[in-house]
């Protein structure tokens, strides 16, 4: 006799969800191994922005989700654009240059906002407008980035704290302490259960089906090195210290596929001030994604991306990863002070460094060739505009400068207001892109092409939705969306 139904491996979204799933599908025994602490629980969900993009076709569907925002934004969804499933299905499809793995992806964005719904109602995650991440205001009225109106409320600290309501709501038992250190197998090859390492020791769960929902590689120095490179091995972690691989490796140690871009990870331009490893309680605070409005430059003075190629949701997740090949793997903001109040909330966690002068501001910079930023500076001032051209910080504007390499293609204005503000970055890695390959009813995949019976995976550990970038906000949706289904999935067996 199993002492479960259902196992379910990790405490973030994408588990929670799962669990949550399992039951409402009528798997009466459900049980969570987390392998943190109960004050570290909660994984990468915990620590993240709870931004949430999903499709819609007229703003007003949101509604439900948002009672009486009316009230507190004026004509808000005049703000909104629609965001069809042809659109996010576009934004992923040119994010990752076509690679998307095409039956995952459909899966996610046309599941997306019936996924975001159901957490609400089936999850009681309360919803919030994420209007310091992705509003912009314009005169009275706020414009919403394109499909990212939505986030949890509380961000990440309260979407975990919903999920873990909802698991005990449903008398949903959570280990904590627990980490899961390999699968177990019956003569059929069917999984059937776990090895667990917890305070007592090393012992066995016996299940009827499990569910991986344990993170990525990301914490893992070793693992970063070997598959995404040095640069990446030396980054910064921006969340949970406990995504270790170790669903991925244990997994692949009973025949499953490897899958998606093992080389590749999100990581975003962060404060190069902060530790290893993010504080907990300091959650997503080190971002520095409003470079848009300004202009970068590394240790030898030199610009090395298009600033304005895109907004920031569909560049920061790979601009981390450029700053990281960058010398010292550090660079500098700067802004002046027509943009300055443009920068987004999260740059408060740091003081800037500031001069009336350009010059002034180079001279306390750490790096190699002042001169050469100075040259820099003046030869991007050169080719681009003044505000009055039509600077519009709500959109892609158009004001790209000409003759520079790299150009800067949007929002190319002049820094030539003082004073002039520099601010720190280094890029942080947030989670990886390689996996284990599921099917489209979150089934593990084995080396053989066959479904690995009683094993789905979800979250983090699904690989082939992101290749070299990623759309904001696409995470916890993939999570919960695959989340469901492996619980839907694993209570039928
Ligand atoms: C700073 C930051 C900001 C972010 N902002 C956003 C955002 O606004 N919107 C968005 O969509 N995405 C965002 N993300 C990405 C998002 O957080 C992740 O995609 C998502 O949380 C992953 O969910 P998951 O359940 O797969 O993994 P996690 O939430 O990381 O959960 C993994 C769980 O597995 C546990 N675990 C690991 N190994 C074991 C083991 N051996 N045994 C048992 N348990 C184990 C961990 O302790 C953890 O509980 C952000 C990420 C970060 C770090």
Redesign the pocket.
């Known amino acids: 006799m199993a002492d479960y139904d259902v196992i379910v491996?990790?405490?973030?979204?994408?588990?929670l969800a799962a669990a949550v799933s399992a039951r409402e599908n009528g798997a009466e025994r459900v049980v969570v191994?987390?392998?943190?602490p109960r004050a570290m629980?909660?994984?990468?969900?915990h620590?993240?922005?709870?931004?949430?993009r999903f499709a819609f076709d007229d703003p007003r569907e949101i509604g439900p989700l948002l009672p009486g925002v009316e009230k507190e934004f004026e004509d808000f969804y005049a703000g909104i654009q629609p965001y069809t499933r042809a659109d996010f299905h576009g934004d992923l499809m040119r994010v990752t240059s076509g690679q998307t793995d095409p039956v995952l992806s459909r899966v996610l964005v046309d599941n997306s906002k019936d996924t975001v719904f159901w957490m609400h109602e089936t999850g009681q995650i309360k919803m919030e407008p994420a209007v310091s991440l992705t509003g912009v205001r314009k005169g009275n009225q706020i414009i919403w980035a394109r499909g990212l109106v939505v986030?949890a409320e509380h961000e990440?600290v309260g979407l975990s704290r919903s999920w873990f309501a909802a698991v005990e709501r449903l008398g949903i038992a959570v280990r904590y302490g627990?980490?899961?250190t390999a699968l177990l197998q019956d003569e059929s090859g069917r999984v059937s259960g776990v090895r667990v390492r917890d305070d007592e020791g090393i012992h066995e769960l016996r299940s009827r089906s499990v569910i991986l929902?344990?993170?990525g590689f990301e914490a893992n120095v070793q693992m970063r090195t070997q598959h995404i490179g040095p640069l990446v091995g030396g980054a910064k972690v921006?969340?949970?210290p406990?995504?270790?691989g170790?669903?991925l490796r244990m997994a692949m140690a009973i025949g499953a596929m490897p899958w998606g871009q093992w080389s590749g990870c999100h990581a975003t331009p962060i404060s190069a001030d902060w530790g290893n490893f993010?504080p907990r309680e300091m959650?997503?605070r080190s971002n520095r994604l409003s470079y848009l409005y300004g202009v970068m430059i590394n240790r030898k003075g030199n610009r090395f991306v298009d600033e304005g190629e895109d907004g920031a949701m569909f560049t920061y997740a790979k601009y981390g990863r450029a700053i990281l090949a960058e010398p010292g793997a550090k660079v500098y903001q700067l802004f002046d002070s027509k943009t300055v109040h443009l920068l987004e909330p999260r740059y408060s966690t740091s003081d800037p460094l500031r001069a009336d002068t350009l010059e002034a501001l180079i001279e306390q910079l750490d790096i190699d060739d002042k001169p050469r930023a100075l040259k820099t500076l003046r030869e991007y001032n050169a080719a681009a505009h003044d505000i009055e051209e039509g600077f519009d910080a709500t959109g892609k504007d158009g004001l790209s400068t000409h003759g520079l390499t790299p150009e800067k293609s949007n929002w190319a204005l002049k820094l030539d207001k003082p004073p002039f503000y520099a601010y720190s970055a280094t890029g942080g890695i947030?989670?990886t892109f390689g996996g284990v390959k599921v099917d489209e009813e979150a089934r593990v995949i084995g080396t053989d092409w066959r479904p690995i019976r009683g094993l789905t995976a979800c979250?983090?550990?699904v690989g082939g939705l992101f290749y070299d970038n990623y759309p904001?906000?696409?995470?916890?949706?993939s999570?919960a969306t695959f989340g469901r289904i492996a619980g839907r999935t694993s209570a039928r067996a």
């Open positions: 491996v990790g405490a973030g979204n994408a588990a191994l987390e392998k943190a629980r909660g994984g990468n969900t620590w993240s922005g709870g931004v949430l986030r990440g627990a980490a899961v929902g344990c993170g921006r969340g949970t406990h995504n270790q170790d669903g993010a959650t997503d947030t989670f979250g983090e550990m904001a906000g696409t995470g916890l949706v999570g």
